[in-house]
Nanobody
């Protein structure tokens, strides 16, 4: 099983990006889908997650700007990022927690001021 994260890029502050995480095969027994990020020189941190059935949680720094959603027909989920700030610059990773954890390879988001 592989997770593919995509949608990152270089944007200016205030702009938006939408990240996508797709699994190579359908994963059963999913408990949680999440987006994490690792800013340069810092530790990885949770950005947003969906925990079954439909509970969402967000880091305080992104509340009101980011939205996590999923496609219930597939093991695919998204992170809509609006009003991006330079401090959102990081490598973003997706993760699925099922019988075990699966991680994507990361996609770089760079926000210029």
């Amino acid at each position: 099983v592989q997770l593919q994260a995509s949608g990152g890029g270089l944007v200016q502050a205030g702009e938006s990006l939408r990240l996508l995480c797709a699994a190579s095969v359908r994963i059963f027994g999913v408990n949680r889908m999440g987006w994490y990020r690792q800013p340069p020189g810092k530790q990885r941190e949770l950005v947003a997650a969906i925990t079954n059935p439909n509970s969402t949680n967000y880091a305080d720094s992104v509340k009101g700007r980011f939205t996590i959603s999923r496609d219930n027909a597939k093991t695919t989920f998204y992170l809509q990022m609006n009003s991006l700030k330079p401090e959102d610059t990081a490598v973003y990773y997706c993760m699925i927690a099922a019988l075990r954890d699966f991680w994507g390879q990361g996609t770089l988001v760079t926000v210029s001021s």
